[in-house]
């Protein structure tokens, strides 16, 4: 019996060995945290800036600041392998949407086949949701091009923008496994019949107008 007449307790709670290792995980989970999320926002803003240079025709530019956040973003994610619920929390996926998206209009301006989600490394909700955005970049290219009264390529892109919502709509799951990709379809069914008309009604004008 001890002294104040209680239960014996044993000298050491097992309270004092769990709560430190809970500490320790947890501080490894919050550091790989803050690094992801570092490495997706510098992800985010390296697809826009790249976006932007491939519109000034600035393409190797492009492409070398995409390589740079790629590899950025690889290791930023690295110590996401044992925390899936931070790896699925959201941001990862939002940085590699936008990364698909920016890869998928760099390659369909630059003339290249679009690429898989396995060579970006991304999964494939994201995939789809960013090449789904990046018709609406497409359109923004054909555009510029038809004010500068320049038809090269315009249909080669009104094409690979058909040949994405052709994709898109075969898609049918629920949005909790697409990332919301129902609405993104809609969006891109839109952009891609006012891309068609204002490249048929350039085109029939340009047909129209008498020569020299």
Same mark, same amino acid.
């Given at each position: 019996?001890?002294?104040? !007449?209680?239960?014996?307790?044993?000298?050491?709670?097992?309270?004092?060995?769990?709560?430190?290792?809970?500490?320790?995980?947890?501080?490894?989970?919050? $550091?790989? =945290?803050?690094?992801? +999320? =570092?490495?997706? &926002?510098? +992800? *985010?803003?390296?697809?826009? &800036?790249?976006?932007?240079?491939?519109?000034? !025709?600035?393409? $190797?530019?492009?492409?070398?600041?995409?390589?740079?956040?790629?590899? $950025?973003?690889?290791? /930023?994610?690295?110590?996401?392998?044992?925390?899936?619920? *931070?790896?699925?929390a959201g941001f990862v996926h939002d940085a590699e949407k936008e990364y698909a998206e920016a890869r998928a209009t760099f390659a369909l301006v630059s003339g290249g086949p679009l690429p898989s989600p396995e060579e970006l490394g991304v999964n494939a909700a994201a995939w789809l949701n960013g090449v789904a955005e990046a018709a609406g970049? +497409?359109? =923004?290219?054909?555009?510029?091009?038809? &004010?500068?009264?320049?038809?090269?390529?315009?249909? %080669?892109?009104?094409? %690979?923008?058909?040949?994405?919502?052709?994709?898109?709509?075969?898609?049918?799951?629920?949005? @909790?496994?697409? /990332?919301?990709?129902? =609405?993104?379809?809609?969006?891109?069914?839109?952009?891609?019949?006012?891309?068609? !008309?204002? +490249?048929?009604? @350039?085109?029939?004008?340009?047909?129209?107008?008498?020569?020299?």
């Amino acid at each position: 019996m001890s002294a104040g !007449g209680g239960d014996p307790r044993p000298d050491t709670s097992p309270l004092a060995e769990i709560a430190p290792r809970i500490v320790a995980h947890l501080e490894e989970k919050h $550091a790989a =945290r803050e690094k992801a +999320l =570092r490495a997706s &926002r510098a +992800l *985010i803003q390296a697809s826009a &800036r790249s976006i932007r240079e491939v519109h000034r !025709g600035e393409l $190797a530019e492009a492409e070398a600041r995409l390589d740079a956040a790629r590899a $950025a973003a690889d290791e /930023g994610f690295g110590g996401l392998s044992g925390h899936p619920d *931070i790896e699925h929390a959201g941001f990862v996926h939002d940085a590699e949407k936008e990364y698909a998206e920016a890869r998928a209009t760099f390659a369909l301006v630059s003339g290249g086949p679009l690429p898989s989600p396995e060579e970006l490394g991304v999964n494939a909700a994201a995939w789809l949701n960013g090449v789904a955005e990046a018709a609406g970049e +497409l359109r =923004r290219v054909i555009l510029d091009r038809l &004010r500068q009264g320049d038809f090269e390529g315009c249909e %080669a892109l009104l094409d %690979a923008m058909d040949d994405i919502y052709s994709l898109l709509v075969t898609i049918d799951f629920p949005d @909790a496994m697409t /990332g919301g990709l129902r =609405r993104t379809t809609d969006q891109t069914r839109g952009i891609l019949e006012r891309t068609r !008309g204002d +490249l048929t009604m @350039a085109i029939v004008q340009r047909r129209a107008t008498p020569e020299g």
